[in-house]
Structures are given as C-alpha cells and as structure tokens.
C-alpha cells in the first residue's frame, strides 16, 4: 500500500484537521499564513479558524490553523507552501 494510500485510510477524507505553524513574531506572518491556506481551502475564515499565541519572549508566534481538509494532495501542498515561507520556522 503506497504512503498515499494510508493516509488518506487513516484520515478518512473530507475531515477536520489542524496545521500548527510556528514561526517568527512579524507583523506580516498571521496575514501570509492565511493568504496560503485561503489559497488552498474552500471555506476558510481566518478569524474563526485560526488562532495564535505568542511565546513567552516575544520572538515567535505558534499559529494553529484548523481547515476542512479534502485529501492529502491538498495537505502537501499547504505544507509545501507554509514551509517555503521565510517567515515560518515550523509546521506540524
């Protein structure tokens, strides 16, 4: 079974699912990370579906994202795509 294969078993497509991203405290990054998933999923509010917490120095800011995911393809390209940003350290 190919590693597509099980993801989509294991998920079971169209589900909820939450993208945590940490990345620098910019004033850009909230604005950027939404333009990405906006990009990528249907439906997507970011004031409703996006929440933020900044670290206990001020430096990052930790982003979770919760989008109604379709299929893995859509998943990689949204973590290509977070990742790819200069602004974003990490994506979980």
């Known amino acids: 079974m190919s590693e597509n294969s099980k993801m989509e078993e294991l998920l079971q497509f169209p589900c909820s699912f939450a993208i945590k991203i ?3 405290n910019h ?3 909230i604005a950027e990370v939404s333009a990405i998933i906006i990009k990528h999923t249907e439906g997507f509010n970011h004031e409703k ?5 900044l ?3 001020g430096n990052y800011l930790s982003i979770t994202a919760n989008i109604n995911a379709t299929s893995k393809a859509q998943l990689d390209s949204i973590y290509l795509a977070l990742n790819s940003h200069p602004l974003v350290k990490i994506t979980l």
């Open 27 to 29: 004033p850009e990054l």
């Open 22 to 24: 940490m990345g620098f």
């Open 49 to 53: 579906d996006l929440q933020y917490k």
């Open 55 to 57: 670290s206990r120095a």
